[in-house]
């Protein structure tokens, strides 16, 4: 018991203890376990891994995912530029077909409109397609530059809104400032108003 106790392993030793340990307690229990940041940062803490390592690794990591969403949403947005080519060019030529059919057969002259408008869309697709090589990475580039403009201008109208809004409550507030001091206008008048009226009541009952 006290020589396994101990057992000291190196990095890539307790690495692939604790990967097939996690493995084994998924299997276990059905589905992968998820946890926490604190307890991920007490974990590390007990390894003797220093906190801004694990830091720099979790920045990274976030970082990895941003990349990776942006490449599918760019992947996505490409190829989603098919379909629409694609629909119409089917529609069209199953009219052109049924037309040639129509009247009567003879040359298929259908064939020349459908090639011609056919090596256009399969070079769109070749172009849209791919998920690699340089052409794809300049678009992702673009593609890029392109969120972070309109994240720019999604958060420069969000902070408009609320420099109208701020505004609007400032002026609203100086508004309604006077209408607090306006029962004491409405008093003073009253009062004054009220004064001549008891000087003549007390004429007539002196005299």
Known sequence: MNVMAQERFDTSEAEAVLMEAARRQARAVGSATSVSRD???AMAAELDI???TLHEVLAERE?????????????????????PHLVPYLSICAMLFFIWLASGGGSPWFIFPVMGWGIG???HVAAVYPASGAA??????EYKKKVERRERDR?????????KVSAKEQKSGTVT???ENSPQKSTSSWGASEEPQTQVLR?????
């Open 39 to 41: 307890r991920l940062e």
């Open 50 to 52: 220093p906190p801004e």
């Open 63 to 83: 970082a990895g995912a941003s990349e990776a969403a942006l490449r599918a949403a760019f992947i996505a947005e490409r190829r989603g530029t098919i379909l």
């Open 121 to 123: 869309m399969a070079s």
């Open 136 to 141: 794809f990475e300049a678009g992702l580039e």
């Open 155 to 163: 958060a420069r109208r969000t902070a408009k809104r609320a420099e």
């Open 177 to 179: 400032l006077p209408e």
């Open 203 to 207: 004429a007539g009952r002196k005299g």
